[in-house]
């Protein structure tokens, strides 16, 4: 149960870490993400409590969603998002980068163009999208590009 501890604790901190913004910042523009990596180690017994072990591993296998969706939150503070089109519902965390340079108004260089040509494809996803092979082109560009090296 130290998940559900370190989750009030979130939830406290966080409200702490808003109120000394609004009093060390007063009137200052912020954006802030919150996002969970993964889900608590016990979700899977709340999710179908009657599987068994071997079944449990087989969905864990097929990347069942029930089991990695997780959550993101954008809050603002005394700033208004500027776009929030590639905010989705579900999104993939590999463009959580590119719905902050959108919500923030910044301009998008060409892999993040094309990073967002693939969100609106694949409607959030990006492992799972098309079996994998938007994200292997994807990440094939970036090292055509220079952008990853020493693979």
């Not at 599987?51 to 959550?71: A, H």
């Not at 500027?82 to 905010?87: E, M």
């Not at 980068?97 to 409607?123: H, M, N, W, Y």
């Not at 959030?124 to 220079?146: H, K, S, V």
Request: glycine share 6%.
């Amino acid at each position: 149960m130290s998940w559900l501890r370190r989750q009030a604790m979130s939830e406290r901190d966080y409200k702490v870490f808003l109120a000394r913004l609004a009093r060390e910042f007063p009137g200052e523009p912020f954006l802030i993400v919150r996002y969970g990596d993964h889900q608590p180690d016990f979700a899977k017994l709340i999710i179908d409590p009657m599987i068994d072990e071997m079944e449990l591993g087989r969905r864990l296998m097929r990347n069942d969603s029930r089991y990695f969706t997780t959550y993101y939150a954008i809050d603002a503070i005394n700033f208004a998002p500027v776009n929030l089109s590639s905010a989705l519902d579900t999104l993939d965390a590999p463009y959580l980068p590119l719905v902050v340079q959108e919500a923030a108004g910044l301009p998008l260089d060409p892999s993040f163009t094309e990073q967002k040509r693939i969100l609106e494809r694949c409607k959030g996803l990006f492992y799972d999208c098309a079996g994998g092979a938007e994200a292997r082109r994807f990440n094939r560009l970036l090292i055509d590009a220079g952008l990853i090296k020493g693979l």
